[in-house]
């Protein structure tokens, strides 16, 4: 079977996001959008993967991006947002 | 680690039950909560030196002894007079323990926070440099993924906020595996007027915190790089901050503009120990006092706690003193900018650090206690492993000597790096003379003057593992050979001690030796050591590893007139090539031990100081008349080697004839391979032999003229127990194509 495991890194909460507070700060905040109250970024990744069914697939791409070190656990978090069978 | 605190609140601190009795007893209180946190972090090794303090006083004072020292050790970073009102500022520091588990982060903000100690010098940043130290890379995925994120880091920081990497130096050995050391180093420029101490020396001026915002990462952050790595160190995220550049960036003209008002009287940036080393160094080295509320701090996270705020590192942060009369200029350009900023208080000359919550007294204490940890005096002790290694003998050759030098060619340790520095924007800036993979140094002018500086950086850790005192002094005259290879003089010295755990008088016995090795040569050749860095614990707890001794050295050179810098490549066929310098039986902690036989011992080289100071004098000399088309200074793998490296630019080759050019009693491996230190590889004007003959005789050298350039593309070498060709495509290759064959995926 074909599964496709949409993933988002982002750094910890507790960890700065320079990108996400540059995008608040000046092209959000200066064009008056005060009720932006924050802003983080984060990296997605749709990755195919065959696998035996669901839970196989989603604990393979999370196995898979921890051991090739795809993002750093000390600093990010990985959240698996969809595991969805492809037609 | 003991517990100490009150009722309400407890905290885990780093210190002796002496240095807590101490405390108390001075204070004749307990410590509160937040006062614990600093005493914590301000007693850490990274912040108090207070296990080498005893040792770095064998440096002898710079200020007092070289009138053209602005700023010495103590200082956020050595400053020094180059003439005519300008001045260079330079430091390098220490970013392992980050490093090592987040190696771009951790990396990105070394750069940052070195970049930092410049700016507060005054001076504008314009170069970085970057020794590192990694495990072997060869089907080693983790050495591979740190020296590529590491490298992205330093990369992705130095080129967005503008400032070009210069120059570093990369050694692999299997110590370094899990603790890879980064060395980040930074150069500033600025005039004399500019130049701003790191003190709050007047009562009355307005102290100024301005950057980032202070958030909760990165607290302990100098606890933690004070204790060896252990399994736990994958969850002490807190340490490991996030860089910023374009922050940076900002803060970095706003600084500058800054201090050009002439308003700013001390600036110091926020590092190791954040708010509370800043403030309390700021006015325990200027003889005063401050109060202010932690309420005034802007904050990235609500309900912060005083003890989170004073122990925060994060990033891109500084403070300033500020003279009364300037301060709203001063806050203009901080608003121009757009760069946050808060006025804490006023420095008075309490000689008390009073902080308070509202109307809580939070820290009421001498700065001093802080800022002046007491020292410990540590055991040393020569490991008995020693005798061993060194008595270990070259096994007997069965390979070729061409067949070994193409291996030597392309080993990590020899091969090109430029698969690192081309990440690196080396040019940024129209300052760089000399380029990396051009001369043995990186050499920039000073825009505006006929004023050319240049710096390297490094040491051999292998022969300092084998001889921690002469490896020290073999790497100061071997950076101070760089120095000069590119035609400039070497003027002072920082360094950045990467060595084990203290604690074990082994590890501290390497660190007490090298000190040694390092202040003696420095006497020796009127150089002044205007700062440094000490990095322990660089150690792994559950595979009981030791980094091997990494004594890093940065030399600053200069030089007026750029007739008078010179680059490694050959120029011209039919010049002829001397080697000047003695080679001895030193194959110890040699590449060729290490390459072809997997062998760390061996005798390693000895330093004669006598002979690289006359060597230097006889070079920078000679220099001047320009007899010397192209020079290089032999290194690692022995002078067939450095011949090689030289060869490979312009695609020339040699006709060397060795016979009778060396000491009877050594063998054709101890000539090739040796690497004893101070010699160079010298192209001379075909035309003004004899004139370089009647000079060099002067200053009674050691000098051998081995060969001529030729038109061929090959080396051919006679005179030895075999005669050998070498050929320069198929070596430049395998040169070029080890890292990044590594890097890309092949091996």
């Known amino acids: 079977m074909e599964y496709i495991v949409e993933v988002v890194l982002e750094n910890k909460p507790a960890a700065r996001d320079p990108v996400g507070s540059t995008i608040q700060k000046d092209l959000i905040a200066k064009q008056g959008y005060d009720m932006v109250l924050n802003v983080r970024t984060g990296q997605y990744l749709r990755i195919y993967v065959k696998a035996e069914n669901e839970q196989l697939a989603e604990r393979f791409v999370e196995k898979m991006c921890n051991d090739l070190r795809i993002f750093n656990p000390v600093t990010q978090n990985l959240t698996v947002l969809s595991v969805k069978k492809k037609n | ?747």
Request: net charge negative; charged share 25%; proline share 5%.
């Open chain 2, 1 to 747: 680690m003991p517990i100490v605190g009150n009722e309400r609140d407890t905290v885990e601190v780093a210190l002796t039950e002496r240095e807590i009795e101490r405390i108390k007893s001075i204070l004749g209180r307990d410590p509160y909560i937040t006062e614990w946190g600093m005493f914590d972090v301000m007693g850490s090794e990274h912040c108090s030196y207070k296990s080498s303090r005893p040792k770095l006083k064998l440096f002898e004072p710079a200020e007092e002894n070289y009138d053209y020292v602005l700023a010495g050790p103590g200082q956020d970073a050595g400053v020094v007079d180059i003439g005519d009102d300008y001045c260079i500022a330079f430091r390098i520091e220490s970013h392992n323990h980050p490093s090592a588990i987040e190696p771009y982060h951790g990396a990105a903000t070394g750069i940052g926070g070195i970049i930092r100690d410049i700016l507060c010098m005054g001076m504008f940043p314009i170069a970085l440099l970057d020794p590192l130290r990694f495990g072997r890379l060869k089907n080693n995925s983790h050495s591979q993924w740190l020296l590529k994120y590491v490298v992205k880091g330093i990369a992705d920081y130095g080129n967005c906020t503008g400032i070009p990497t210069i120059g570093g130096e990369v050694e692999f050995d299997h110590s370094f595996e899990n603790n890879c050391l980064v060395n980040v180093a930074c150069i500033g420029v600025g005039k004399v007027e500019d130049f701003t101490p790191s003190r709050a020396s007047k009562p009355g001026d307005y102290a100024v915190l301005m950057g980032n915002s202070t958030g909760r990462d990165g607290i302990h952050g100098v606890t933690f790089a004070s204790r060896t790595l252990t399994e736990q160190s994958e969850s002490d995220r807190p340490a490991v901050q996030i860089g910023d550049p374009f922050s940076k960036k900002l803060i970095i003209e706003a600084t500058i503009e800054a201090v050009k008002t002439g308003y700013v009287r001390g600036l110091k940036d926020l590092g190791g120990g954040g708010l509370s080393c800043a403030s309390s160094e700021l006015t325990g080295d200027g003889g005063t006092g401050i109060e202010f509320d932690v309420n005034k701090i802007f904050t990235r996270e609500p309900n912060m706690t005083p003890f989170e705020i004073m122990l925060s590192e994060s990033q891109e942060r500084m403070m300033f003193i500020v003279k009364a009369e300037g301060l709203e200029t001063i806050l203009e350009i901080f608003k121009k900018y757009e760069t946050p900023y808060a006025v804490l208080g006023k420095i008075n000359d309490s000689k008390l650090l009073r902080i308070t919550d509202a109307d809580n007294m939070v820290v009421e204490l001498d700065p001093t206690l802080l800022s002046d940890f007491p020292a410990i005096i540590r055991e040393e002790k020569r490991p008995d492993f020693l005798d061993d290694l060194i008595n270990q003998k070259t096994p007997e050759r069965s390979l070729k000597f061409d067949e070994i030098i193409y291996r030597l060619i392309a080993s990590e340790n020899i091969c090109s790096k430029e698969w690192i520095y081309r990440q690196y924007d080396h040019e940024v800036g129209v300052r760089s003379v000399v380029k990396c993979g051009d001369g043995d140094s990186g050499v920039l002018r000073i825009i505006g003057t006929n004023k050319y500086i240049s710096a390297s950086a490094g040491c051999n850790s292998k022969h300092c593992f084998l001889d921690p005192y002469e490896g020290a002094k073999g790497a100061v005259v071997e950076i101070g050979c760089n120095i000069i290879s590119n035609g400039l003089k070497p003027i002072a010295m920082v360094n950045c001690c990467n060595f084990g755990n203290p604690e074990k008088p082994t590890s501290f016995w390497y660190f007490s030796e090298c000190v040694k090795g390092m202040a003696d040569s420095i006497k020796f050749l009127n150089i002044p050591c205007v700062g440094g860095n000490v990095s322990f614990y660089n150690e792994d707890e559950v595979l009981q590893k030791v980094i091997k001794p990494t004594p890093i050295i940065m030399l600053l050179g200069y030089i007026e007139g750029q007739e008078n810098i010179i680059t490694l490549p050959f120029k011209k066929s039919g010049n002829p090539i001397f080697l000047i310098g003695e080679t001895k039986n030193e194959l110890g902690g040699s590449e060729y031990h290490s390459v072809i036989y997997n062998i760390e011992g061996g005798t390693p080289p000895k330093v004669n100081l006598d002979f690289a100071k006359r060597t230097w004098d006889f070079l920078l000399d000679v220099n001047k008349k320009g007899y010397i088309k192209s020079i290089h200074d032999v290194n690692k793998g022995g002078f067939l080697i450095t011949i090689l490296e030289m060869s490979f630019p312009n695609e020339l080759g040699a006709d060397l004839n060795l016979y009778d050019c060396f000491d009877k009693d050594l063998t054709s491996e101890q000539i090739v391979f040796s690497e004893s230190v101070g010699r160079f590889i010298i192209e001379v004007d075909a035309d003004k032999i004899k004139e370089f003959i009647v000079l060099i005789k002067k200053y009674k050298l050691y000098f051998k003229e081995i060969g001529v350039i030729t038109e061929e593309k090959q080396i051919m070498i006679k005179g030895l127990e075999e005669n050998f060709n070498l050929d320069i495509m198929k070596a430049k290759n395998l040169f070029n194509s080890t890292l990044p064959r590594i890097m890309e995926g092949d091996m």
